[in-house]
């Protein structure tokens, strides 16, 4: 996994998305090509992190005046993916090693359903690429139905 460094922006967002849910941030990303934060939380604490009905996301949106994504971690790129894309749209997920060490990734999606997984303008395709690059290394990532 890459050597990840945050900003002082991003750690105060940590700090106060674990303090306002009481969930334990991995780590915070500032989006401003899409003017949204996305924040990537531990395993098993995504109740807590979204809150009864959303609630404590919609709190943290109020308190920084912008949408606010949240992905549970995973320890493996395919796990990521699902998580960030919603498992039961992901039907298959195919990990390439490259010969300059990077990964290709092609995500096999319900062709009914490609639309919600892309999301409004390709925004969580966007989100998905960011994060796998992120922590996996992925260089080239293609979502597809299938034929």
Not at 97 to 109: A, E, F, P, R, S
Request: hydrophobic share 40%.
């Amino acid at each position: 996994m890459p050597e990840i460094k945050l900003s002082s922006d991003e750690l105060s967002l940590m700090s106060m998305f674990q303090g306002m849910t009481g969930a334990t941030a991995r780590d915070c990303v500032i989006d401003d090509k899409r003017d949204r934060v996305i924040f990537v939380i531990a395993q098993g604490q995504m109740g807590l992190a979204i809150g009864k009905e959303g609630a404590s996301v919609k709190k943290i949106e109020r308190a920084v005046h912008r949408p606010v994504e949240v992905v549970e971690w995973a320890d493996d790129v395919e796990g990521l993916i699902r998580n960030s894309l919603g498992a039961k749209f992901v039907q298959e997920v195919r990990v390439s090693d490259k010969l300059d060490g990077t990964k290709g990734v092609v995500v096999v999606v319900d062709s009914r359903k490609k639309g919600a997984v892309l999301g409004l303008g390709g925004k969580n395709a966007e989100k998905v690429r960011l994060l796998a690059k992120r922590y996996f290394e992925v260089s080239n990532l293609q979502i597809t139905s299938e034929l």
